[in-house]
């Protein structure tokens, strides 16, 4: 079983800067690739940030020049570095990681979900 839990949310004001972290435990062989969501009120949950094992990087539009995505020395480990925060940046954040491991038919890759950080930025 594996377990992802995010932290480093909370409530800045605009222009402000947060560091989220997300990290991984359990039976894992290999991570594929890892990734940030977020979910405002009344929205979809949207793409953030993404980086793969290749450490090849994608941003969405709304982010690009002010978030960082990077793995951490762990390798289950990934961080989200958040700066000049909007008030349009306010939402839950997810990590996701695509993980190798035990499956209930074997082995394989599936996807986890932390359980969420609120980051909110004030105006």
């Known amino acids: 079983q594996v377990q992802v839990v995010e932290s480093g949310g909370g409530l800045v004001q605009r222009g402000g800067s947060l560091r989220l972290s997300c990290a991984a435990s359990g039976t894992i062989f290999g991570i594929n690739s890892m990734g940030w969501y977020r979910q405002a009120p009344g929205k979809q949950r949207e793409l953030v940030a993404e980086?793969?094992?290749?450490?090849?990087?994608h941003y969405a539009d709304s982010v690009q020049g002010r978030f960082t995505i990077a793995r951490g020395n762990a390798k289950n480990t990934v961080y989200l570095q958040m700066n000049s925060l909007k008030p349009e940046d306010t939402a839950v954040y997810y990590c996701?990681?695509?993980?190798?491991?035990?499956?209930?038919?074997?082995?394989?890759?599936?996807?986890?979900w932390g359980q969420g950080t609120q980051v909110t930025v004030s105006s």
């Open positions: 980086i793969n094992s290749g450490s090849n990087t």
């Open positions: 996701d990681q695509d993980i190798e491991g035990p499956t209930s038919t074997g082995w394989g890759p599936l996807r986890y």
